[in-house]
C-alpha cells in the first residue's frame, strides 16, 4: 500500500518571504499523481498543484510550485511571495491512475500546519 | 464550478440516534463520490467510495451497517451515521468527481461536524 509522509507538523514564515513543505511518499508504481491540498480554518479543502508522475517538468501554479523528485520520491511545494491568506493546514497526496487500481482514491499524508507571520 | 456542499454543516446528537448528512455537486454531476472522516489534528482518511446506483465500496475497518452510504443520484450522496456514539464524533468530508470514472479531480464539500453526546 502506498504511504504519504509529512515529516514538518508545523512550519512558519514571514510574510513575502519564501517557503517550503516537504512530502515524501512510498510506492511500488511508475505512474501516479501526487497533489497538495490547502485546508483553511474554514476546513474547506482546495487543490493547490497537481503532478503526473510521467511528466518531468515541475508543475506550477502562479506562487506555488513543487520540486518533484521520481527517483527520491519526494514531492515538495514551495510558496513564494508568502501571504497571510496562505495560513492553512497543507496536505500532501498520492493516488494511482485509475486504469492500475481501479479507484481514485487518495491517499493523504498527516498535513503540515503553515503559520503566515505578518 | 464544481462546487459541492454539504448539509448540515454542524450537527450535536444523542448518543443512540441516526444522523444523516448530505452531499450535492451543485453545478455538475457526479459519478463518483467519495466519504472522508477526518479527526482533530489529523489528516483524512477515505471511508468509502459511492458511484450512482451501486453500492458503496468501503475501506477496511470501515463498518458498513454503522455508516450507511446511499448515492441516489448523479448529484446527491447522502452519509447516514446509525445509532451514533461519542467515538463516532468527527468532522466528515464528502468530495466529488465529475466525469467519466478515471483521473478527475475531486472537488470537496465543506465538512460536517458532528458531535455525539
Known amino acids: 500500500a502506498q504511504t504519504v509522509t509529512q515529516s514538518q507538523p508545523e512550519m512558519s514564515v514571514q510574510e513575502a518571504e519564501t517557503v517550503t513543505l516537504s512530502c515524501t511518499y512510498d510506492t511500488s508504481e511508475s505512474d501516479y499523481y501526487l497533489f497538495w491540498y490547502k485546508q483553511p480554518p474554514s476546513r474547506q479543502m482546495i487543490l493547490v498543484i497537481r503532478q503526473e508522475a510521467y511528466k518531468q517538468q515541475n508543475a506550477t501554479e502562479n506562487r506555488f510550485s513543487v520540486n518533484f523528485q521520481k527517483a527520491a520520491k519526494s514531492f515538495s511545494l514551495k510558496i513564494s511571495d508568502s501571504q497571510l491568506g496562505d495560513a492553512a493546514m497543507y496536505f500532501c497526496a498520492y493516488r494511482s491512475p485509475y486504469r492500475l487500481s481501479g479507484s481514485e482514491k487518495l491517499v493523504f499524508g498527516k498535513g503540515t500546519k503553515l503559520t503566515v507571520n505578518p | 464550478g464544481a462546487v459541492v456542499s454539504q448539509h448540515p454543516s454542524r450537527v450535536i446528537c444523542k448518543s443512540g440516534t441516526s444522523v444523516k448528512i448530505e452531499c450535492r455537486s451543485l453545478d455538475f454531476q457526479a459519478t463518483t463520490m467519495f466519504w472522508y472522516r477526518q479527526f482533530p489534528k489529523q489528516s483524512l482518511m477515505l471511508m468509502a467510495t459511492s458511484n450512482e446506483g451501486s453500492k458503496a465500496t468501503y475501506e477496511q475497518g470501515v463498518e458498513k451497517d454503522k455508516f450507511l452510504i446511499n448515492h441516489a443520484s448523479l448529484t446527491l450522496s447522502t452519509l447516514t451515521v446509525t445509532s451514533a456514539h461519542p467515538e463516532d464524533s468527527s468532522f466528515y468530508i464528502c468530495?466529488?468527481?465529475?466525469?467519466?470514472?478515471?483521473?478527475?479531480?475531486?472537488?470537496f464539500g465543506p465538512g460536517t461536524r458532528l458531535t455525539v453526546l
Open positions: 468530495s466529488a468527481s465529475v466525469g467519466l470514472a478515471g483521473d478527475n479531480e475531486q472537488f
